[in-house]
C-alpha cells in the first residue's frame, strides 16, 4: 500500500515537472490557414506585404507609429513598450506588456488607448499562445524618457503600422530566437480582424 502511495507520488511529480519543461520551452504549431500566403488579395494582404518577411515587398508604403516609451521592471519580471505618433493631435496609442514567470516570459496584454482611455484589448486566445516573446533592445534606455542616447527606438523587434487611408493598425512582432513573425490586425482602431503567422525563412 505505501509503496503505491509513493509510485503514485513519482508520478504526479514527474507530471508536474514535465508540464514545467513543456512550459518552458513551448514551440509554435504553425497553421497553414493563419499564414501570409493563406489571405486573400486585399487592402490587408497589400499592406502586411510591406513589412513581413514572407512576403515581396511592394512599393506601398505604410505609416510607421514610432515607440515613445519603454519600461522595464526586472524585480518584478514586468516589461512594456508604448507607441503613439507623438503628436498634439494624436489621441491613440498601442501598449503592449510582457511579464516574466518561473515558466517564462508571456505576453500579459495588448491594448489601445484613443483620448486617453483603454478602447480594446486583443483577445487573450489570440497572444497567450505566442512563444518566448522578448523586445529586442538596441541600445540602453534612458531612465527618463524611455530612449536611447541616440534617439532611436529600442525595441527594434516590434513595430506598429497604420494604413494610408488610417483604417487598419498593424502590430507586428518578429522572433528572431524562434524563427517565426506575427502580426494583429485591427480595424477602426478596436476591432480585432485576424492575426497572421508565418516562419521566417
Known amino acids: ?6 509510485l503514485l507520488s513519482i ?11 513543456a512550459q518552458n520551452n513551448k514551440e509554435f504549431v504553425f497553421d497553414s490557414s493563419n499564414c501570409f500566403d493563406s ?6 494582404k497589400q499592406d502586411l506585404s510591406c513589412f513581413v518577411q514572407n512576403a515581396p515587398s511592394q512599393t506601398q508604403t505604410l505609416k510607421k507609429i514610432p515607440l515613445n516609451r519603454y519600461y522595464s521592471d526586472l524585480e518584478k519580471g514586468g516589461s512594456s513598450v508604448f507607441f503613439d505618433e507623438r503628436s498634439v493631435l494624436s489621441n491613440w496609442g498601442i501598449s503592449i506588456s510582457l511579464q516574466a514567470s518561473k515558466n517564462g516570459v508571456f505576453i500579459e496584454e495588448i491594448r489601445g488607448f ?7 484589448y486583443l483577445p487573450k486566445e489570440t497572444i497567450e499562445d505566442i512563444p518566448n516573446p522578448y523586445f529586442s ?10 530612449r536611447s542616447r541616440l534617439r532611436k527606438p529600442i525595441v527594434d523587434n516590434w513595430k506598429v503600422f ?7 493598425l498593424y502590430i507586428y512582432f518578429r522572433n528572431e530566437k524562434d524563427g517565426y513573425e506575427v502580426t494583429w490586425v485591427i480595424k477602426n482602431y478596436r476591432e480585432y480582424i485576424t492575426r497572421v503567422i508565418d516562419k521566417l525563412e
Open 1 to 6: 500500500m505505501k509503496f503505491s502511495r509513493f
Open 11 to 21: 508520478i504526479i511529480l514527474m507530471n508536474v515537472m514535465f508540464t514545467a519543461i
Open 39 to 44: 489571405l486573400m488579395d486585399n487592402e490587408i
Open 114 to 120: 484613443v483620448h486617453g482611455k483603454v478602447d480594446f
Open 137 to 146: 533592445i538596441v541600445n540602453a534606455p534612458h531612465w527618463l524618457t524611455g
Open 162 to 168: 497604420k494604413s494610408k487611408r488610417n483604417d487598419y
